[in-house]
């Protein structure tokens, strides 16, 4: 019996056709048919399900050979040219899932509570506001609703 390169947790560059490699996590599936399960198959017919960082939650059961151990040094300047991104509509969320994956190297206990950003509406006391007044709380800053 063979042991498993990934684990339930891991940090990885994940590669889904179409798009680049994008930071993720090693996660159990949300949904059936193989609900709770980050991993299915054996062999070379092994598949990982993943959850991409900074990507609105997506996640992708991908082939072992679409995934690449997430690195400290990939989170750099200097990381591998394949780990880069150069269409610009992608560059912003790309280097957040960089900064979000470094983090979670930070923090391995609960990798999860990296998947999203958590943003958080202010309510006056008082009750309706103007839109002008409304805040969005994004990961402790604080910035206009309107922005």
Known sequence: MSVSPLREGDVVW???KGYPW??????????NPNQGQWQVGVGKKTRYHC????????????????????????????RKKEY?????EYKDSH????????????DPSNPMKYLER??????????????EDVCLVIENEVVPATE
Do not use: C
């Open 118 to 131: 958590k943003v958080d509406v202010l309510i006056a006391e008082e009750g309706i506001l103007e839109a």
């Open 84 to 88: 880069n991104v150069k269409r610009r």
């Open 51 to 78: 959850t991409f960082l900074e990507w609105n939650r997506e996640r992708s059961w991908l082939e072992g050979t679409e995934y690449k151990k997430f690195k400290r040094e990939d989170g750099g300047e200097g």
């Open 14 to 16: 994940a590669h889904q």
């Open 22 to 31: 994008w930071p993720a996590v090693i996660s159990p599936s949300p949904a």
């Open 95 to 106: 280097l957040v899932a960089i900064e979000l994956a470094l983090q979670i190297l930070d």
